[in-house]
């Protein structure tokens, strides 16, 4: 059992007479990964609607905020129950018998132009054993051949702009790992959590983008970037690509302040709660 600590704030500066705003901050509620606390305050104190999504638990809030500033701050410890697998024991499913609530995530979609990629992962990844080695060559591949760098990509890089030019940011290897996998009908996805064991001197703490990949039956997430250690990845929002998480959405001519992030493991012997560590075993948190 993992349990994380985490705290987000966020501020903003609204220019127009009003502006609207949709949150993914929150920790997903899954079998694997539960709430123990949570608080959510807003500055000033305006109304916020929250939705969960039944098929990606997300967690979603909408706000409605007048001209001035407005800060948010999130806070909450969340505990996992990792499933850990031998990644010998995992096959990939044949696509007539993946359940139909996964097959959206073998599809391109627009940061993942997976339809472009067929070429390319069948020269490097087809002749490959079926199964979660396959899939974990991909994330070596992604590793070894890309350079994480801060700052070196935007909002409209997708897979195979990253392909070409072998730099990118977490959601950069990501899209590529993901774009990868579908082209091999591998059904693959994003996922959103925080940087936790990061190397302090990437800077300070951040969301961080990782992929999941069904196999076997479940969903196992990898970290095609290495930045971070595996079982300290909680869970916030879960989708296609990018696009589909973003822990802001913003509709008006706002100005953001760089979020502000705290992420720490917190233990406790008696219940056996330990400290996040590198594994080999194939992880869900599902």
């Known amino acids: 059992m993992i349990r994380l600590r985490y705290l987000v704030n966020l501020s903003y500066e609204i220019l127009d007479p009003s502006a609207d705003f949709l949150f993914l901050i929150q920790a997903a509620r899954t079998a694997r990964q539960s709430v123990v606390s949570e608080t959510l305050t807003l500055t000033p104190a305006v109304p916020v609607t929250e939705y969960t999504f039944p098929d ?47 097959l959206p995530y073998l599809a391109p979609s627009r940061y993942c132009e997976s ?9 490097e990844f087809g002749s490959m054993r079926r199964g979660y080695a396959r899939v974990y060559a991909i994330r070596e591949w992604a590793r070894n051949h890309m350079r994480f760098l801060s700052h070196s990509t ?21 899209h590529l790992m ?20 990061a190397d302090p001197s990437m800077g300070l703490p951040d969301f961080h983008a990782i992929v999941e990949v069904y196999l076997s039956g479940g969903w196992y997430l990898l970290d095609p970037s290495g930045v971070s250690i595996p079982t300290g990845l ?35 012997s008696k219940l056996g709660i330990q400290m996040p560590l590198a594994t080999m075993k194939a992880i869900s948190t599902w």
Request: glycine content about 6%.
């Open 56 to 102: 990606s638990c997300n967690r979603m809030l909408r706000v409605h905020s007048k001209k001035g500033r407005l800060a948010i701050r999130y806070e909450a410890v969340v505990e996992i129950a990792h499933r850990l697998d031998e990644g010998e024991s995992l096959r990939e499913v044949p696509v007539a018998q993946l359940p139909f609530e996964v």
């Open 234 to 268: 909680l869970r916030i929002g879960t989708g296609r690509d990018a696009a589909d998480i973003p822990f802001a959405a913003i509709f008006g001519n706002v100005q953001s302040e760089r979020p502000y992030i705290e992420v720490e493991a917190l233990t406790d």
């Open 154 to 174: 935007n909002e409209r890089t997708s897979a195979i702009d990253t392909l070409v030019e072998r730099t990118g940011v977490c959601r950069d290897f990501a």
């Open 178 to 197: 993901i774009a990868v996998c579908r082209a091999l009908s591998i059904p693959a996805r994003i996922s959103s959590s925080l940087d936790y064991g």
């Open 115 to 123: 339809d472009r990629m067929m070429e390319f992962a069948m020269r």
